[in-house]
């Protein structure tokens, strides 16, 4: 059995085709993937993100125990920021990439990717006994939805929500907000490249939510997005998708996210012997790959150098803003900046260049 | 016009006398997603049957154009490789892909049975 979020109904009445991630049957596009893309690079597109979980975690020991969980040092970031982070395993390998947002002194709400829902739950749970905190999932009673793209701010002021002015919410800041009567957080986050919100919103509320910001979107362009759009968007601004990019058998350094790793922070956390010994020398590192022509090269193709095979792509499209192939792969270290890759397009080789993330970089 | 038969891999045949007009359905061109490249056959090849002949691209995935009994390459669409989004917006019409000639019977269905399948 699926689940469904609470935008099932809203999917359907607007003909989206579903597809399944972990577990969950989410629209994958309404229409057209590529007019998804490209509203988001040009107006606005908004998104039911839903199957993600929302995990709560509160109490005195709140910041000390999150920076012993955690690669990060959460306990630095102040009352209404948000943080990218890290959990690690005891060989320092990636168990998820979440987003922390700090909602008061000792509250937290930590945001892990659908997939790892339970087996980050399941870490902070056992990380957190000899601290005085409380770890809850709130996942199934948060609904999240994402409005990313220049317009997004316009679209959020006409939406009938109470909260302070937007101008002064700043990127990877959270405020707390009212619609409705139900309390919900606007957060300055996203994973498309693009200035953008999050909303996390009482389950119950999110359908009305979506249709007025649906309603009052209209005028600047906004359009529903599904997860192809998402995972292209993602893609072009050079964000590592967990699964792909990221997985238990790879340490930070080796994904290119070493500097989310506060080794200069305080005492243990999980991880931290693995990640201070680093990786094998020879371990494969994380590269863009850029090539010309429209052939992609895609997850599971070959790289090579020359005759030999170097890496593997691990996620690649046609990039739609910029209309060539991008890819992200992990290479060996010597062949990390080779001008001079090819990769293994079924059988045909594809001249491809390594190159530094992001791909697609807005406008400021 | 002649009416159309299918394969169950999703593939139109337009029959007018020998040659088959040969696409990709409805059905597959919305499974697909926004085609972005295709890769055809050169005019004159010849193929085997269950032969791959073509590539179709989308931003997401890639779907081959299989062929369903041997024969040879008659035409390939030129219109659609340079603009690729016909397969999208006109696929079993401006959207076709090859023209093909085949040496032996190809085992296709009919719109009903076809309709059954993607129901």
Redesign the interface.
């Known amino acids: 059995m699926k689940h469904k979020t609470p935008l099932a109904s809203v999917h359907e009445r607007l003909g989206a085709?579903f597809t399944d991630f972990a577990g969950w049957d989410m629209p994958?596009?309404y229409g057209?993937?590529?007019a998804e893309?490209e509203a988001v690079r040009t107006s606005a597109g908004i998104f039911d993100l839903s199957h993600m979980g929302e995990i709560r975690v509160a109490g005195a020991d709140a910041g000390a125990f999150l920076d012993f969980a955690l690669a990060g040092k959460l306990s630095s970031i102040s009352v209404g920021r948000a943080k990218y982070s890290l959990m690690l395993n005891d060989s320092g390998g990636i168990v998820d990439d979440v987003i922390v947002y700090r909602l008061g002194e000792t509250n937290f709400l930590v945001v892990a990717n659908a997939g790892n829902r339970a087996a980050v739950l399941d870490a902070l749970q056992t990380r957190s006994s000899s601290f005085d905190v409380t770890v809850t999932d709130e996942s199934e009673d948060t609904a999240l939805i994402a409005v990313q793209g220049p317009n997004s701010q316009a679209i959020i002021e006409a939406a009938g929500i109470e909260s302070e002015p937007l101008d002064s919410l700043r990127y990877y800041r959270v405020v707390e907000a009212i619609f409705e009567g139900e309390d919900l957080l606007i957060a300055r986050t996203g994973y498309t490249g693009e200035d953008g919100f999050e909303l996390y919103i009482p389950a119950h509320a999110a359908e009305s939510l979506w249709e007025t910001l649906e309603r009052v979107g209209e005028q600047y362009g906004l359009r529903p997005c599904g997860l192809?759009a998402r995972?292209?968007l993602r893609l072009e601004a050079g964000m590592p998708l967990y699964g792909n990019e990221l997985t238990t058998d790879r340490l930070p350094e080796q994904a290119g996210l070493g500097k989310i790793v506060a080794l200069s922070k305080d005492g243990d956390f999980v991880g931290r012997t693995a990640v201070e010994r680093g990786p094998e020398q020879d371990a494969p590192v994380l590269i863009g790959l850029t090539a010309e022509g429209?052939?992609?090269g895609?997850s599971g193709y070959e790289v090579y150098e020359g005759d030999t095979l170097v890496g593997v792509v691990t996620s690649g499209?046609?990039s739609?803003t910029l209309g060539h192939p991008i890819a992200m792969a992990y290479v060996a270290p010597a062949s990390a900046e080779s001008s001079e890759l090819a990769i293994d397009v079924?059988g045909k080789r594809i001249p491809a260049a390594a190159t530094n993330f992001p791909f697609y970089k807005r406008k400021a | 016009m002649a009416e159309l038969k299918y394969t169950p891999d999703h593939e139109w045949f337009r029959f007018e006398g020998d040659v088959a007009t040969v696409g990709i359905t409805d059905y597959a061109q919305n499974a697909l997603g926004d085609v972005v490249y295709v890769d055809l056959p050169e005019v004159g090849s010849t193929f085997s049957g269950g032969e791959a002949i073509g590539e179709i691209e989308s931003t997401k995935s890639v779907g081959e154009l299989f062929a369903p009994a041997a024969g040879e390459v008659v035409a390939v669409n030129e219109t659609v490789a340079d603009d690729p989004t016909l397969v999208n917006s006109s696929p079993t019409g401006d959207g076709w892909l090859v023209q093909l000639r085949f040496t032996e019977e190809p085992e296709l269905i009919d719109e009903v049975a076809y309709g059954e399948l993607t129901s």
């Open positions: 085709t994958l596009k057209s993937e590529l893309h192809a995972d292209t429209r052939r992609a895609r499209a046609l739609p079924r």
